[in-house]
Structure formats: structure tokens, C-alpha cells
């Protein structure tokens, strides 16, 4: 079974950015969509980004539009969320998520994706 891990969670003040990687044990041509999603205590699992495999396309949850960017780097074979103007309020353990049957309308729920990291810890100070 594909094993996800993270990386590049740390501190950093508000305005500042952080760039996560997230690695898989092997290659990632199975998944149908790569996701990040982030979940602060006492929250549910909140959706961030996803990339879908083929074709490259992204998509994004509303409260990091504009700031986060999800991308491939094929040489790595990783998938990376840069987070730029980062709030307090995007403090949270960030999870990497893989989907091998994962369809378009189901981008944004965690249930849809089969295999996960196990997180790295975001902390925004103000």
C-alpha cells in the first residue's frame, strides 16, 4: 500500500509562508487526485487543496483562494502546497491525501480519498 508522507510544517508569523512537500513510497500514477487538507483541534477535517493527475487541474477551498498553491514537481515526484500571507487562523495539522477512486464531485471530501500521511503541524503566530 502507497504510503504518503509530509514534510516542511514549522512556525511562522503571520505574513510569512511555508512550503509542504508530500512524498509518496512509490509512484503516484494510481492516484486519480493528490489532496492537502488541514484539521485544528476540535475541528473536522477542512479541504485545502487538490491537483487531479491527469490534465493537472486544481482546485481550492475558499479560505485559501489566492494564497496556496498546489503543484507537481515531477522531478521529486512530490506534491507541493505553497502557502504564502498565512493567517492565524490556517493553524492546523496538514494531511496529504491520495484518491484512487475519487471523482470530480467528491474533490473537497475527505471520505473520497483512500490513503494518508500522517500530518505535519502548521502553527501561524499573530
Known amino acids: 500500500q502507497v504510503q504518503l508522507v509530509e514534510s516542511g510544517g514549522g512556525l511562522v508569523q503571520a505574513g510569512g509562508s511555508l512550503r509542504l512537500s508530500c512524498a509518496a513510497s512509490?509512484?503516484?500514477?494510481?492516484?486519480?487526485?493528490m489532496a492537502w487538507f488541514r484539521q485544528a483541534p476540535g475541528e473536522e477535517h477542512e479541504f485545502v487543496a487538490a491537483?487531479?493527475?491527469?490534465?493537472?487541474?486544481?482546485y481550492y477551498g475558499d479560505s485559501v483562494k489566492g494564497r496556496f498553491t498546489i503543484s507537481r514537481d515531477h522531478a521529486k515526484d512530490t506534491v507541493d502546497l505553497q502557502m504564502n500571507s498565512l493567517k492565524p487562523e490556517d493553524t492546523a495539522v496538514y494531511y496529504c491525501a491520495a484518491g484512487t477512486r475519487t471523482i470530480l464531485s467528491s474533490v473537497r471530501v475527505a471520505a473520497a480519498y483512500d490513503t494518508w500521511g500522517q500530518g505535519t503541524q502548521v502553527t501561524v503566530s499573530s
Open positions: 512509490e509512484r503516484t500514477s494510481t492516484m486519480r487526485f
Open positions: 491537483l487531479r493527475r491527469i490534465g493537472g487541474n486544481t
